[in-house]
């Protein structure tokens, strides 16, 4: 995985956090927006942590350069300020996850494996705001991928959107967690989308489903 941060400090932290885990190799680091974005495409780690305030390139204009890179990696973005510009700038741009850099280190490294997994993740502390800003949001057309999902995908990706667990999701519609997780890979494959969050937002923008909604 490659760690990007223009502090030396908090790069070497967070380094120090993940390259100590047993199923974590930090490849590479970088200083800046445009560099993250070099050895990314460069090294290709499957992962990347990338700091959202950096000079030159920041870092949610580096996202949307690797989200538009073909098989790019899934980023993480963190930031210091709990700000929506950069919640909502991020997760536009492809970011797979956001967190807080005050998050617990065990977070963070549960976060990398969540992504490198292929799921995504969000700061508890914002996911309300998450859904909020983008409930309120006037719902643009359906797009013609939306109707190859079936019933029943249609149902969890509502669950989804709402913030439900797999294990919820499974409990909602009686069937098992595993029958979950292939529901949403299905729909992720059929909507081209990377991640939940995508598919949350994606729900949401196209009113799918709405904040008030059961």
């Known amino acids: 995985m490659l760690v990007a941060d223009d502090q030396e400090a908090a790069r070497e932290a967070l380094r120090l956090i993940l390259d100590g885990e047993p199923d ?13 974005v070099h050895q990314a495409l460069l090294r290709r780690p499957d992962v990347v942590v990338m700091d959202l305030r950096m000079p030159g390139m920041d870092g949610i204009a580096a996202i949307g350069r690797l989200a538009a890179a073909e098989s790019g990696p899934r980023v993480l973005a963190l930031t210091t300020f ?12 492809g970011a797979a996850g956001f967190l807080l850099k005050d998050t617990d280190p065990d977070v963070l490294v549960a976060a990398v494996r ?4 292929g799921r995504g993740l969000i700061d508890p502390q ?6 909020s800003r983008f409930a309120a949001l006037s719902p643009s057309p359906a797009t013609p991928e939306l109707d190859l999902l079936t019933p029943r ?8 959107a ?7 999701i499974a409990t909602a519609c009686t069937i098992e967690e595993g029958t979950v997780k292939t529901h949403v890979n299905r729909i992720l494959t059929k909507l081209g989308l990377r991640t939940r969050v995508h598919a949350a937002i994606y729900a949401y923008e196209h009113g799918i ?4 909604a059961p």
Do not use: P
């Open 82 to 93: 709990d700000l929506d510009e950069y919640l909502f700038g991020a997760l536009r741009a």
């Open 24 to 36: 974590i190799d930090v490849i590479a680091t970088a200083a800046d927006g445009a560099e993250a």
């Open 126 to 131: 914002v996911t309300g705001r998450l859904i």
């Open 162 to 168: 709402r913030g439900l667990s797999n294990g919820e």
């Open 209 to 212: 489903v709405t904040r008030d």
């Open 114 to 117: 969540e992504l490198h997994q």
């Open 153 to 160: 995908e249609h149902h969890v990706l509502r669950l989804l």
